[in-house]
C-alpha cells in the first residue's frame, strides 16, 4: 500500500507534507535570511573616516584599527568607536590575522609593509598602527570608504 493511497479524513494532512528536518523549519530559515542581509548598522549611516582620531608622531602616522578576523574577504567595514572597522580574511591563528592586517593596509594606503607597523594588540581585535610616509590627511583620504 503506498502512502499517496492510504485514506485520511479530509483536513489531516499526510505525514510527507508535515514532517521537515531541523534545518528546513521556518524559524531556521528566517534566521538564515535575516544573517544573510547586510546588517543594519552599516546599513544606516556611512562610514565616516573623521571620526577616526589621527596623530602625528615622529614623521608617523598612528591611528586604531578594530579588526574582525575570519572574514571571507579583506575590507573596511566602517568606522566604531573612533577606530577603522577592519574584516579580516585570516584566521586569529599565529599572528596570521595580523599578517593580513598589516598587508592590507599597505596595499589600501599605497605603502610598502615594511611602512606599516603594529604598535599595540597582537592578541586583540583593537589595534594600534603606525604608518611611516604619508600625511594623517593623506592616510584618511586613501582609507575613507
Do not use: W
Amino acid at each position: 500500500m503506498s502512502l499517496a493511497a492510504s485514506p485520511r479524513p479530509d483536513g489531516i494532512p499526510s505525514m510527507i507534507a508535515t514532517r521537515r528536518g531541523p534545518c528546513d523549519s521556518p524559524d531556521v530559515r528566517k534566521r538564515n535570511r535575516d544573517m544573510a542581509a547586510e546588517p543594519a548598522s552599516l546599513a544606516e549611516a556611512p562610514a565616516d573616516a573623521a571620526q577616526v582620531t589621527l596623530t602625528e608622531r615622529d614623521g608617523a602616522v598612528r591611528f586604531e584599527v578594530h579588526a574582525k578576523p575570519k572574514a571571507r574577504a579583506s575590507a573596511f567595514r566602517g568606522v566604531r568607536e573612533g577606530a577603522f572597522e577592519v574584516a579580516l580574511a585570516a584566521p586569529p591563528v599565529d599572528g596570521a590575522a595580523n599578517e593580513e592586517l598589516v598587508r592590507f593596509i599597505a596595499e589600501r594606503l599605497g605603502v610598502a609593509r615594511r611602512d606599516v607597523r603594529l604598535l599595540r594588540g597582537e592578541g586583540s581585535r583593537t589595534k594600534l598602527l603606525e604608518v611611516r610616509g604619508l600625511a594623517a590627511s593623506e592616510v584618511r583620504r586613501r582609507l575613507a570608504p
